[in-house]
């Protein structure tokens, strides 16, 4: 079955975003309560489930970092083990020499890792409508 033009823009949302609340509203044009509802729908509809599967496997080639990969490179950054290429003024003009990477650019790897291992939280806004039952169960 093939997809409609806003189904595929929900799906391109959708493997950008990976909110499917958001990607429905941004391609259809909807309300809140609409896109969250149809947004899962469409994640269930194979054509559209299809056309995502197949997009995703051309994405996570052997062009992409993997995650392993990733924290390997951070890892080796945090511990000083990369080096980087730094311009030094000389009386001949610049001097490229290699150094180790800088405090900054460790702390900066060691907070990367420290987020993917959710070692802190950043302050998070949950909104949503909640049902209270008030039960008087007090005699008097």
Do not use: H
């Amino acid at each position: 079955m093939k997809l409609t033009e806003k189904q595929k823009r929900f799906a391109d949302y959708y493997i950008e975003t990976g909110n499917a609340t958001d990607s429905y509203r941004r391609a259809y044009d909807c309300t809140d309560n609409t896109a969250r509802v149809e947004g899962f729908k469409n994640l269930e509809k194979p054509s559209v489930k299809k056309y995502i599967d197949e997009r995703m496997k051309n994405i996570n080639s052997d062009k992409i970092a993997s995650q392993k990969e990733i924290m390997e490179y951070l890892t080796a950054v945090m511990r000083g083990e990369v080096n980087e290429e730094i311009a030094v003024p000389t009386k001949k003009g610049i001097s490229i020499v290699e150094a180790r990477v800088g405090v900054k650019d460790r702390n900066k790897a060691a907070e990367l890792m420290g987020k993917r291992y959710v070692m802190w939280t950043d302050k998070k806004e949950i909104e949503g409508n909640i049902g209270v039952q008030i039960v008087d169960d007090i005699d008097d």
